[in-house]
Structure formats: C-alpha cells, structure tokens
T-cell receptor, first 113, second 111 residues
C-alpha cells in the first residue's frame, strides 16, 4: 500500500505549457505539502494545506496554484512553464501541523524543454 | 532568517565504523528536529525525530540534540554500505508550520 502517491512520476514538456501534478495520501493525515527540490538537492517548501485550508504559501510565482479538494488530496497546477521550473516536486503529508514528521511521495521529475 | 546548515560532504567512512552527521540551526526558537535519509533518485524517508535535549536511540541510529549550542547530530553505528545516502536535517520553529531543511550531507560507506 502506497502511503503518499503522486502522478505522474515523470513529466517532460515544452516551455509555456500548463501542467498538473496530483497527490493522494491514505494515512488519514490532516496536513499536506508541496516541496520543490532543485538540481542541488535543496528541498524547499512551497505550500501546505491543513484540512483543505491553505496554511503555508511561501514565495512562489503565482503561476503555481495548489488545490485541495479534500484532506486526502493535494494537486499542483503550473501555468506557463519556464525552464527554471525544472526540478523534482515532492508531495508530503503529516498527522498535523507544527512538530509532526512528514511522509513523502516518490516525487514528480519535471523537465522543461 | 531561519538557517539550517549541514556540511555537504561527502563523508566517507569504512563499513562497521560510526558515522557522525552534524546540523546547526540559527533560530533559538527551534523546537522540533528531524533526520531524513534520501537515496539518489528517491524521496526523503524519515529516520528519526527529537524534541528534547539529550540523546534518542533507535536501533543503530542515535540523534543528539544540544539546544544551548544549537546543533543536532545523527550517529550511525556499525555503518553499512546500504547507509550510503544523503541525510537531510529539518527544523521547525515553535509556533511555525514551516520546516526548514538543510542541504544535506552525502554519506558514503565503503566496504
């Protein structure tokens, strides 16, 4: 049983396109996150939702729009993709906010041509 | 500005030795500390978390937290080649929802 699952695993697309990444967790967690890991392996938080409410919105271009239809799902839509968006995007979940450890999905490797 | 610093390595140790990984943080309000292991091309995987000063042991892993000196360490005893990975330190400040990750230390355990 996959605890945090993301689709697609790989995404190769042209600059200027719009794409979405989906995430689902079956851990019963209340909080979900999107992270970006760049080529230097630096893992940076982008967004977090707690019970479908946005609680963290870091300095991210507004081309990135998260959406949480329910607390088990968190999607990420990206408009007008740019070369600098190439990275691995990880979804994660935790039992709550604050001091809870996070469980990560396998990641989506996004490559912009 | 919250900062979490780790030596990027690589830290190379022989099989069977103790690997010592260190992480320093800048915010004295930090209250939750996590160590994740990330194999190349894979996702981060939680190894340990620690909230209180002192040591916390889990199998071959020991996390050591010293809030006065603002560092947290991860010791891996009897290191195995399968421990070769990047180890990420993450810190959450009290009252914050936002974890800050270090850039990770690459560990190589050679036979």
């Amino acid at each position: 049983d996959t605890a945090v699952s993301q689709t697609p695993k790989y995404l190769v697309t042209q600059m200027g396109n719009d794409k979405s990444i989906k995430c689902e967790q079956n851990l019963g967690h209340d909080t979900m996150y999107w992270y970006k890991q760049d080529s230097k392996k630096f893992l940076k938080i982008m967004f977090s939702y707690n019970n479908k409410e946005l609680i963290i919105n870091e300095t991210v271009p507004n081309r990135f729009s998260p959406k949480s239809p329910d607390k088990a799902h968190l999607n990420l839509h990206i408009n007008s993709l740019e070369l600098g968006d190439s990275a691995v995007y990880f979804c994660a979940s935790s039992a709550g906010t604050g001091n809870q450890p996070q469980h990560f999905g396998d990641g989506t490797r996004l490559s912009i041509l | 500005q919250k900062e979490v610093e780790q030596n990027s390595g690589p830290l190379s140790v022989p099989e069977g030795a103790i690997a010592s990984l260190n992480c320093t943080y800048s915010d004295r309000g930090s209250q939750s500390f996590f160590w994740y292991r990330q194999y190349s091309g894979k996702s981060p995987e939680l190894i340990m978390f620690i909230y209180s000063n002192g040591d916390k042991e889990d199998g071959r892993f020991t996390a050591q937290l010293n809030k006065a000196s603002q560092y947290v360490s991860l010791l891996i005893r009897d290191s195995q080649p399968s421990d070769s990975a990047t180890y990420l330190c993450a810190v959450i400040v009290q009252g914050s929802y936002i974890p800050t990750f270090g850039r990770g230390t690459s560990l190589i355990v050679h036979p």
